[in-house]
Nanobody
Framework: QVRFVESGGGLVQPGGSLRLSCTAS????????VYWYRQAPGMQRELVAK???????TYADSVKGRFAISRDNVKSIVYLQMNNLKPDDTAVYYC???????????????????WGQGTQVTVSS
């Protein structure tokens, strides 16, 4: 089973950029769809972006045009490039994976109990 470690978070000013990394351990990484979620204080966890094993991508409306998800199957890493960051992007960011390509992202949360520690992103002046 694949496990992930998130990294790359930090404090950035509005309008700035960060690149998050989701590094996988385990085999057969290239067959997994990978999901980035985030959770702000007092809020439900929400999908940010998804990349399928074929490279198709999906984004939350709130990040379209600003965030880009990509994967390097050789290195077993999925990246989340975040540009033009806003204070509303402040959250803990988590990655997760499944062999299935979910389109119901709330169902995904119900079906997955294991999550890593995430990486904190704080956007503030």
């Amino acid at each position: 089973q694949v496990r992930f470690v998130e990294s790359g978070g930090g404090l950035v000013q509005p309008g700035g950029s960060l690149r998050l990394s989701c590094t996988a351990s385990g085999s057969l990484f290239d067959i997994y769809a990978v999901y980035w979620y985030r959770q702000a204080p007092g809020m439900q966890r929400e999908l940010v972006a998804k990349i399928t094993n074929g490279g198709s991508t999906t984004y939350a409306d709130s990040v379209k045009g600003r965030f880009a998800i990509s994967r390097d199957n050789v290195k077993s890493i999925v990246y989340l490039q975040m540009n033009n960051l806003k204070p509303d992007d402040t959250a803990v960011y988590y990655c997760n994976a499944d062999r299935r390509d979910y389109s119901d992202y709330e169902q995904y949360l119900e079906d997955h109990d294991y999550w890593g520690q995430g990486t904190q992103v704080t956007v503030s002046s």
